[in-house]
Nanobody
């Protein structure tokens, strides 16, 4: 499994921005699709965005135009830039990758999660 460590969560006011980072331990990071998922209280975990090793991306509908996923294969890191955040974006955000990951579903490796809270 690829070990994943997220950072960058926190408390932000509505309309604000945050950038999440996810550092991977494995040098084979560049081979995998990487994704960000989130889980709000009482809800199922859902895909936020995913990116292939070549840079193709997919976004959940409500995130299009506000969130940007990117990756730096040389640094084994994937990022999620989140703009115009609203209270509905409050959730624990998880980095995902590894075997089985695709643009439509998760792989077998998960980070520990980072809390994002949008509140005034």
């Amino acid at each position: 499994q690829v070990q994943l460590v997220e950072s960058g969560g926190g408390l932000v006011q509505p309309g604000g921005s945050l950038r999440l980072s996810c550092a991977a331990s494995a040098s084979i990071f560049s081979m995998y699709v990487m994704g960000w998922y989130r889980q709000a209280p009482g809800k199922q975990r859902e895909l936020v965005a995913a990116i292939t090793s070549g840079g193709s991306t997919v976004y959940a509908g409500s995130m299009k135009g506000r969130f940007t996923i990117s990756r730096d294969n040389a640094r084994n890191t994937v990022y999620l830039q989140m703009n115009d955040l609203g209270p509905e974006d409050t959730a624990v955000y998880y980095c995902n990758g590894g075997r089985g990951a695709s643009l439509w579903g998760p792989g077998d490796s998960w980070g520990q999660g980072t809390q994002v809270t949008v509140s005034s």
